[in-house]
């Protein structure tokens, strides 16, 4: 079983920047693919970065130069560094850590952009 938690959500301005840490708890993490999503209300979940365990990534396309997915496999711990935040950034952000078949979802956090 692995346990997640999530923060570094908060209030930023349009411009600036955040940065989101997800520990996970449990064996294996090393060998985890993990990746971050986010979701508004009424809309379905969709994915924003995602991180292999030999460190290959996969962006969307509307974070493309601004997000930067990474992994400390030490600390058991991926991060998502936001740069350059746009209002329709605004969501609340979720990591998941994949082993084999079975997902593991963080709580989720919320991230808003002022205009």
């Known amino acids: 079983q692995v346990q997640l938690a999530e923060s570094g959500g908060g209030l930023v301005q349009a411009g600036g920047s955040l940065r989101l840490s997800c520990a996970a708890s449990g064996g294996y993490f090393s060998l985890s693919v993990v990746g971050w999503y986010r979701q508004v209300p009424g809309s379905q979940r969709e994915l924003v970065a995602v991180l292999t365990s030999g460190g290959r990534t996969n962006y969307a396309d509307f974070v493309k130069g601004r997000f930067t997915i990474s992994r400390d496999n030490a600390k058991n711990t991926v991060y998502l560094q936001m740069n350059s935040l746009k209002p329709e950034d605004t969501a609340v952000y979720y990591c998941?850590?994949?082993?084999?078949?079975?997902?593991?979802w963080s709580q989720g956090t919320q991230v808003t952009v002022s205009s």
């Open positions: 998941k850590v994949s082993l084999g078949p079975r997902e593991y």
